[in-house]
């Protein structure tokens, strides 16, 4: 388990909002882990994993990008069909309601990586291991 930050950015919905965060944000070195945004209508969200959440947030700040910051948790988990549903159970079983999810693996790669928010983070924090 990895505790981190995830960064929420609210955008309107038009061609070049995500790639100019992804822009600003590598422009400072700051490489984006994991991303997840969805539009609806004229708005959209943008959720953020980075590998320096303290640099990202002097450069999100400087470039006067609002953002909300949620502490957030990843986990690597082995590439198997069912591994992400006994994970999730276990975070279920102990109560533990999740505020986001979002969840990758490479096609043939070993291992796979949830990141989630909670709404109580205390109680997530050995729901998995």
């Known amino acids: ?33 994991s991303l997840l945004g969805s539009a609806q209508g004229t708005a959209g969200a943008v959720q953020l994993i980075v590998d320096d959440p ?8 400087a470039a006067r990008i609002s953002y909300q910051e949620t502490p957030a948790e990843a986990y690597d988990l082995p590439n198997k069909p069912g591994v992400l549903a006994k994970s ?20 043939g790669g070993k291992k796979a990586v949830i990141v989630y ?7 997530a924090a050995t729901a998995i291991a």
């Open 88 to 107: 999730l159970e276990k975070l279920a079983a102990k109560g533990v309601n999740l505020s986001s999810i979002h969840a990758t693996a490479a096609k």
């Open 1 to 33: 388990m990895a505790k981190t930050k995830q960064f929420t950015i609210t955008v309107d919905n038009h061609p070049g909002a995500v790639a100019g965060i992804a822009k600003t944000l590598g422009d400072a070195k700051v490489n984006i882990l």
């Open 117 to 123: 928010t909670v709404e109580a983070a205390a109680k």
């Open 54 to 61: 303290r640099r990202a947030k002097k450069v999100l700040d």
